[in-house]
Structures are given as structure tokens and as C-alpha cells.
């Protein structure tokens, strides 16, 4: 079996520094934007990727658990945590940041709740990782990093807020589903 892929944090600071410059290029100013990131793996980089565009640009977190398609098949994860978007989202410019884009229930799911929040002008998507295999008609905005997995793979994003130098991304194999 081979190893399982793993790219380096360099390289995912990279990736973030163009997620922030395409941000930046596209909205020069920066009035009517806002970023939510997506609980859980899409909070850091949300963070990360705001304080490159400008650290005075609202943020939020946005939790989909409760939205998901598949919550009959599948428990509210332990780590679930509430959705915190301490300004109206009507009218502004969101752009959702999550770690990993696969089959776009996720991000489904996060427009939903998006939308119980007001009504943006426009929503964007912001993705660390493009990993293919969608089964919804998504596409990202900025992307930092695209990849081909298989569908017994899984992409696996570490983003350490205390030790960057620790950020990683591997493709391992998917634990089997119960």
C-alpha cells in the first residue's frame, strides 16, 4: 500500500496567502464584505484568511449540523458548536471559508443556515482543499489547493492555531461507514 500523501505546512501557507490576494484583488474595498467560516475545519483558516485581507472585516462561524442532509444516518457531531454571526448578513458581500470541498452537502447545508440569517448580495466560497467528487453542483471561488482522491480516500486538514510550523493536509484511507 502506499504512503498516504501529505503536503507541508509552507505550502499551506502559500495556499492561503493566494486565497487572501484573490480575495483582496477581487474586493478592493472591503466595506460590504464579511467571512463565516464553516464549523469546524473551516474556522481557522477563516481566521487566517481575514487577518490577511484586513483584520477589520466582520467574521463569523457557521454551524451546518443541524441542516445536513444526511443527520438521520449520521449523529450531531460531538463537536458541535453554535452558529456566532454577530452582524446582519443582509446586503453584504459572504464569503463562506471551509477547509475541504468534496461533495458539496456541506456546503448545502451551510447555505441554509446562511439564509436563515438574512439575505446576503452575494455569497462566494473559499476552499483550502478541492478534492473532486462532487455530488452537487458546486464550485469554489478561491481555491488554494486542488487534488484527485479516490472515493475511498480522505483528505484530512490540520490547521494548528498556536503552532502554524504543525499546519499539514494527508490523504489517508477512509474509515469504513457502520
Known sequence: MPAP???????LHAAIAEI???IQARHGDHSNLCLIGIANGGLELNRRI???VDPKIPTGELDTSFYRDDIGRNPIPKESRPTIIPFDVTGKVVILVDDVLHSGRTLN???NELFDHGRPAAVEL???IDRGGR?????ADYCGIRLETKPGQK?????DAHAPSHDSVSITKASPKP
Not at 500523501?5 to 505550502?11: E, K, S, V, Y
Not at 455530488?135 to 464550485?139: E, G, I, T, V, W
Request: no cysteine; net charge positive; proline share 7%.
Open 5 to 11: 500523501l501529505t503536503l507541508d505546512a509552507p505550502r
Open 20 to 22: 487572501a490576494s484573490a
Open 50 to 52: 481575514a487577518a490577511a
Open 109 to 111: 447545508a451551510a447555505l
Open 126 to 128: 473559499a476552499i483550502l
Open 135 to 139: 455530488k452537487l453542483p458546486f464550485s
Open 155 to 159: 483528505v484530512v486538514v490540520t490547521l
